[in-house]
């Protein structure tokens, strides 16, 4: 099932950083343990409307829409714009200068939101958002 939603086109990365993955075994079991968190997104759209998907690099490697796996809970929550996320996978801004900025809130254990970037790294060289 794709996790693109057309309501935020910058949400294509998640399929990215899923099929990245899902593509490598030693890849997603090396994410896995330098990740070691289960990290949420909500992207805020042009509307207003707000969204969320979850990548966990707790337990499978996997991505998939909403805060969590079922029965879990997300270690770290970051919420930005739609737009901000899609720069932040392009590698055309950094996420300390969008908090720094007041464009990305953390919510959560912030030392692991800063495990999240190259994670990001990997939908970079996919992404033509």
Known sequence: MPLKNDA???SEAFDLIHSSL???DADRKDAIR?????Y???LKNKEGETSSWHIDLKEKGEVAQGE???????DV???LSDEDFGKLVLGK????RLFMSGKL??????MKATKMEPILKKAQTKAKL
Do not use: E, H, M, R
């Open 8 to 10: 935020y086109p910058s």
């Open 40 to 42: 949420a997104f909500t």
């Open 34 to 38: 330098k990740g070691n968190a289960i």
């Open 93 to 96: 801004t950094q996420a300390q």
């Open 77 to 79: 929550t970051l919420s």
């Open 105 to 110: 809130k953390v919510k959560g254990d912030v």
């Open 22 to 24: 899902q593509s490598d």
């Open 68 to 74: 969590a796996p079922s029965g879990k809970k997300a």
